[in-house]
């Protein structure tokens, strides 16, 4: 079973693509996540929304995933933002400061307001 | 003294763990981490954690069963047991910590690595550890 559901959707004249992650991202898919960020931030898009709204649980290897994407992006003059985290997950991007390190969003709405 | 220098100079033996309680729950793993996880889950609900404790307890021991796919070649188990005021799960593999301070250090603001330990010290309330070139087990305890 495939316990971590990725979609990517980059709508025509929306400057944003959006990745939801759906499900479970742990060390056994984090390999796939990796790959999936990589071509999507390899496209250099403006802005990159992490949709988390549908994922029941994250841990270290998916978050150091995220956070090597984000440097990538930094990099590229862009910005990874995350939307939607649940508790458990938001928790955890509290306990390892990564909410201070990009921008975390109630809603991909608000996400992409600007 | 120098971090380094601590890691360099191992600590005395520590006494060994206290046996597992009577009614101990049992689970071999290898690759099937959200089983685990849902073991945690359902077995701290029925001991009475509250839900934001439960998952506390779930991301701590998953993310050291974590690392025993991450580290060594063989399975681990998981040994979940009450006793008095807490629910407590221990990890048990075949891997080795050589750092006595793994995971007492917090990783530097845009580390993207070695976050793992250091949350299962964040989340819950005593983690105990031992380690030798056998194997190594992490015991983590959640007060009710």
Not at chain 1, 10 to 39: F, I, K, Q
Not at chain 2, 127 to 141: A, F, L, N, Q, Y
Request: aromatic share 4%.
């Amino acid at each position: 079973m495939d316990l971590l559901t990725t979609s990517v959707a980059a709508a025509d004249g929306d400057p944003y693509t959006l990745v939801a992650l759906a499900g479970e991202a742990d060390v056994t898919n984090s390999g796939a996540l990796r790959e999936l960020l990589d071509a999507e931030v390899a496209k250099e898009p403006s802005t990159l929304v992490i949709d988390l709204s549908e994922l029941r649980f994250m841990d270290s290897s998916a978050l150091h995933v995220i956070l090597r994407a984000n440097r990538t992006m930094d990099r590229q003059g862009g910005v990874l933002a995350l939307a939607g985290p649940r508790d458990p997950v938001a928790k955890m991007l509290r306990l390892t400061a990564a909410d201070q390190l990009l921008p975390v969003y109630a809603t991909v709405a608000e996400a992409t307001a600007e | 003294m120098t971090e380094q220098e601590h890691a360099a100079r191992p600590l005395p033996p520590l006494p060994p763990l206290s046996p597992p309680g009577d009614d101990a729950t049992c689970y071999t793993y290898r690759t099937d981490l959200a089983k685990v996880r849902a073991l945690v889950l359902q077995q701290a609900r029925v001991a009475g954690l509250t839900e934001g404790r439960a998952n506390d307890l779930v991301l701590a021991v998953s993310e050291v069963a974590a690392n025993t796919l991450r580290h060594t070649q063989s399975a681990g188990t998981l040994t979940i047991w009450r006793q008095p005021g807490e629910v407590v799960c221990e990890i048990q593999d075949e891997g080795t910590i050589a750092d006595p301070l793994a995971g007492r250090r917090r990783p530097g603001p845009d580390a993207t690595g070695g976050h793992g330990l250091w949350l299962v010290y964040q989340v819950c309330d005593v983690v105990e550890v031992r380690s030798d070139e056998t194997g190594t087990t992490i015991r983590m305890h959640m007060g009710i």
